[in-house]
């Protein structure tokens, strides 16, 4: 069984940066295309950024691209998300999501497996 958990989650004002992790556990982490999502109150979940088994490969939903960015540590098992130039609108729960497809999804129902959730909440 995957387990993810996502952590680095806080109130912060408009402009600020913040980072997101989220630990998976499992020997299979590499195996894992990594994704995060994100859903706002009164909204449904949507797709924020994926990232390749290697890392070599990334895709953001046009909303983030050029503000946030992706990575991972396959040795650690963990996966990031740093926020940059945050927005009033970025606030949301973000959830990390793993899945065995071989592509870059961002289909909420491809993913396999799902953290918890961390709250962003940004003032403006």
């Known amino acids: 069984q995957v387990q993810l958990v996502e952590s680095g989650g806080g109130l912060v004002q408009a402009g600020d940066s913040l980072r997101l992790a989220c630990a998976v556990s499992?020997?299979?982490?590499?195996?894992?295309?990594m994704g995060w999502f994100r859903q706002a109150p009164g909204q449904e979940r949507e797709f924020v950024g994926a990232?390749?088994?290697?890392?070599?490969?990334?895709s953001y939903a046009d909303s983030v691209k050029g503000r946030f960015t992706i990575s991972r540590d396959n040795a650690k098992n963990m996966v990031y998300l740093q926020m940059n130039s945050l927005k009033p609108e970025d606030t949301a729960v973000y959830y990390c999501?793993?899945?065995?497809?071989?592509?870059?999804?961002?289909?909420?129902?491809?993913?396999?497996?799902w953290g918890q959730g961390t709250q962003v909440t940004v003032s403006s």
């Open positions: 999501a793993a899945t065995r497809t071989y592509y870059l999804s961002e289909t909420e129902y491809e993913y396999d497996y």
């Open positions: 499992g020997r299979t982490f590499s195996s894992y295309v």
């Open positions: 990232i390749t088994r290697s890392g070599a490969g990334r």
